[in-house]
């Protein structure tokens, strides 16, 4: 079991543009969760989603929009990005409260 | 509102000596608290849950809601221990679990 995985491992994004970010979440889980992480700060929670829907979100403005496929994988968009977005973004995975395992993370420059 | 405070960004204790990483949180209903370990070039992984109340590496946390503190706990330190610790809380159960609120992190440095 490879675990939690996310693509890509870094990128660089100009001011204005959009990204998308991927995750495969742990074999036999069915929610995602995605943190931005700050450099020097801890993970702040984005949004869950279960059944391909948004079940919960933290406090992040509507730029920040995620998607959840039949196969559980999921996806997190940023659009008009700020300079303030360069973060680490952390997917998690889990299953009925069971234990939360996360991702690698994908580091996002933008400048 | 879900809150959780570290109050040591570092903290430095030679081989063999007790090791403390303190947390305290504050939530309205009933929380979970978590302590997540991240080693150098590694990824966070969980390294505590209070509900299992195992003993990990050596590690353990006692939850007390009347301080509303989650401390870590090692009694003889090993260098191996030396990385980022992070305090985390959840609510408890049903749909709203998962959604963790963290800390700001220890970085734990153990000395020879």
């Known amino acids: 079991d490879a675990g939690v995985t996310q693509s890509p491992t870094h990128l660089i994004k100009t001011r204005g543009q959009q990204v998308t970010l991927r995750c495969s979440p742990k074999s036999g889980h069915d929610t995602v969760s995605w943190y931005q992480q700050a450099l020097g700060q801890g993970p702040q929670f984005i949004f869950q989603?279960?059944?391909?829907?948004?079940?919960q979100r933290g406090n992040f403005p509507d730029r920040f929009s995620g998607h959840q496929f039949p196969n559980y994988s999921s996806e997190l968009n940023v659009n008009a990005l700020l300079l303030g977005d360069s973060a680490l973004y952390l997917c998690?995975?889990?299953?009925?409260?069971?234990?939360?395992?996360f991702g690698e993370g994908s580091w996002l420059t933008v400048v | 509102a879900q809150r959780v405070t570290q109050p040591e960004k570092l903290l430095s204790v030679f081989k063999g000596a007790p090791v403390e990483l303190k947390c305290n949180y504050s939530y309205s209903g009933s929380p979970e608290l978590f302590w997540y370990v991240q080693y150098s070039r590694q990824r966070l992984q969980l390294l505590l849950r209070h509900i299992s109340r195992e003993s990990i590496k050596g590690f353990t946390a006692d939850l007390n809601k009347g301080e509303t503190s989650f401390h870590l706990k090692k009694p003889f330190a090993q260098e191996e221990d030396s990385a980022m610790y992070y305090c985390a809380l959840s609510p408890a159960g049903g749909t709203s679990y998962g959604k963790l609120t963290f800390g700001q992190g220890t970085i734990l440095t153990v000395h020879p």
């Open positions: 998690a995975s889990s299953s009925y409260g069971n234990t939360i395992y």
């Open positions: 989603y279960y059944e391909e829907e948004e079940r």
